[in-house]
C-alpha cells in the first residue's frame, strides 16, 4: 500500500481508548453538523488534534459505506487506503476462488486495509496478512481483530516466507503517494510488489491471485493466466489474475458485470487479439455501448456476434444489430439519423428541434462534450417556462476517415 505522509498523525490518536471510545461514540456522520460536533467535542475538554483525527476518520467511515457496508462503521481508514481498498462484494468473489480451488491458508501480501483478508476469513481461511506501511497495517490489525483466523504481519511482502502456504493473493500498490496526493502508477514493474514477483511465484505451481488497475494493456498480461475484469454498476473496478488451481481451464479472458444483486460473465477462451473475426457495417438499426468490462477485456468482437451485429469501424468500441436484443454487457441506443459531424449544422438542428437537453456520447474523437454542449446552445438563451422540455442524444464517433453525429433514442 501506498505510504500517506500524514495517516500515522491523523491516526495516532485514534489509537487510545479515549480516541477509539470518542470515535465510535459520534453516531451516523453529515456533514452539516460539523461545526456543532467540533463545538461540543471541545466543550467536552478533548484535544483540538483528537477532534480533529475523529472526525476526519468519521468522514472515511461514510465514504467507506459504498465498499464496505456496515462494517465501515468499526473499521479504521486511510484515504489512500480506501482509494485502493477492495469493495466487499468483489473480494467475496475473490475468496470464493480459492475456495473452490481447494486451498486451506493465504498469504495476503499488500493486504492494505485488510477488505480481501476479512473476505478469506469469513469462508474459514487461514490468513496472513502482510502490509509493508506502518499505519496502514495497524488500521488492518484493527480491521481484523474479529476474525481470530488472521494474523497481521508488518514486512515487506517479498520477504515472507511463505513456508506452510497454499495460496498468495496479491494487491500490488499501484500509487505512489506525497504531500500534493496521490500519482497513479502505469508500469506493473514499478508496482509493489511488481508483477513479476507474481507471476515467479505461480511458476513455482501456487496458487496465485492478483488485483490490478483495469487500465493494464493487454501486453503486460502474463500468460498461463486468467483476467477477469469486474465492473460494478457501469463503474470497472478492477481487472484479476488468476494462475493454477485459481484458474478456470477454459477461460483466458472474461468481463464480470456486476448490477445490484444480479451478476453476467462473458468469457472466451482465446487469446487477446484471436478469437471472432469482427464484421464491419453501417451505422444503422439498434447502436450498443459495451460495458467497460467487456471493452477492457477485448470482447467487443465476441458480443456483437453473439446479439448478431457488427462493428461500425474496427478501431471503435461500439456495435450495431438491426434487432434490438436485451443484455446486460451493452446499453442500447436506436439510430434515427446519421450526418456528418458539423458544429454549425448541429446547432441549427438543436434550434430547429427545440432540444433544451443534450447527451453528448463519444469514442474516437478529441471532442470534449461539455465545451462541445455549449457550443451548440452558444446564443439560443433559456426555453420559455411553458415551452416542453426536449431531451436528446448524440453519439460522436469515426468509421474510417470520417467523423460523424448519430441521433439516436436510449432504449
Excluded at 461514540?25 to 471541545?42: F, K, M, Q, W
Excluded at 497454499?166 to 500509487?175: I, Q, S, Y
Excluded at 461500425?312 to 446499453?331: E, G, K, M, N, Q
Amino acid at each position: 500500500m501506498a505510504q500517506d505522509p500524514h495517516a500515522a498523525e491523523q491516526l495516532a490518536p485514534l489509537l487510545t481508548s479515549e480516541g477509539w471510545a470518542l470515535l465510535n461514540s459520534l453516531g451516523p456522520y453529515r456533514e452539516e453538523d460539523v461545526l456543532a460536533i467540533t463545538a461540543r467535542l471541545r466543550k467536552a475538554g478533548h484535544a483540538p488534534e483528537l477532534v480533529s483525527a475523529v472526525l476526519s476518520q468519521a468522514r472515511l467511515r461514510v465514504k467507506a459505506e459504498a465498499k464496505f457496508g456496515e462494517f465501515s462503521r468499526h473499521m479504521l481508514f486511510t484515504r489512500a487506503g480506501l482509494e485502493q481498498a477492495t469493495r466487499l462484494s468483489i473480494a467475496a468473489r475473490h475468496a470464493r476462488r480459492f475456495v473452490d480451488g481447494g486451498v486451506r491458508s493465504v498469504a495476503d501480501l499488500g493486504c492494505g486495509l485488510g477488505a480481501d483478508a476479512m473476505a478469506m476469513a469469513s469462508l474459514d481461511l487461514e490468513v496472513t496478512a502482510v502490509e509493508l506501511d506502518e499505519t496502514t497495517a495497524a488500521c488492518a490489525t484493527i480491521n481484523l481483530m474479529p476474525f481470530p483466523n488472521v494474523r497481521v504481519v508488518h514486512a515487506d511482502a517479498q520477504t515472507v516466507p511463505l513456508d506452510g502456504i497454499e495460496g498468495v493473493w496479491l494487491d500490488p500498490a499501484r500509487r505512489t503517494t506525497t504531500t500534493s496526493g496521490t500519482t497513479r502508477l502505469w508500469d506493473p514493474e514499478e508496482f509493489s510488489p511488481p508483477l513479476s514477483f507474481a507471476a515467479e511465484l505461480a511458476d513455482k505451481g501456487l496458487p496465485v491471485g492478483v488485483k490490478l488497475g483495469p487500465g493494464i494493456p493487454h501486453p503486460s498480461v502474463p500468460g498461463g493466466c486468467e483476467a477477469q475484469w469486474v465492473s460494478v454498476d457501469g463503474d470497472v473496478a478492477e481487472v484479476a489474475l488468476y494462475f493454477n488451481a485459481l484458474r478456470r481451464p477454459t477461460v483466458r479472458r472474461a468481463a464480470l458485470v456486476l448490477s445490484g444483486d444480479s451478476a453476467a460473465e462473458l468469457v472466451a477462451e482465446t487469446d487477446f487479439g484471436e478469437g471472432v473475426h469482427p464484421k464491419i457495417g453501417p451505422l444503422e438499426g439498434f447502436l450498443y455501448e459495451p460495458d467497460g468490462a467487456v471493452i477492457r477485456a477485448g470482447l467487443v468482437a465476441e458480443l456483437a456476434d453473439r446479439l448478431g451485429g457488427h462493428l461500425v469501424d474496427p478501431h471503435i468500441a461500439y456495435f450495431c444489430a438491426p434487432d434490438l436484443s436485451a443484455t446486460p454487457f451493452a446499453r442500447a441506443y436506436r439510430v434515427l439519423e446519421v450526418r456528418p459531424y458539423n458544429v454549425r449544422a448541429l446547432r441549427q438542428w438543436v434550434r430547429d428541434e427545440g432540444i433544451t437537453a443534450l447527451d453528448i456520447k463519444k469514442r474516437g474523437m478529441a471532442v470534449a462534450p461539455d465545451e462541445l454542449r455549449k457550443l451548440l446552445f452558444l446564443g439560443l438563451g433559456k426555453a420559455p417556462k411553458k415551452k416542453p422540455h426536449r431531451r436528446a442524444t448524440l453519439v460522436l464517433t469515426r468509421i474510417g476517415e470520417h467523423r460523424v453525429a448519430a441521433i439516436v433514442e436510449p432504449v
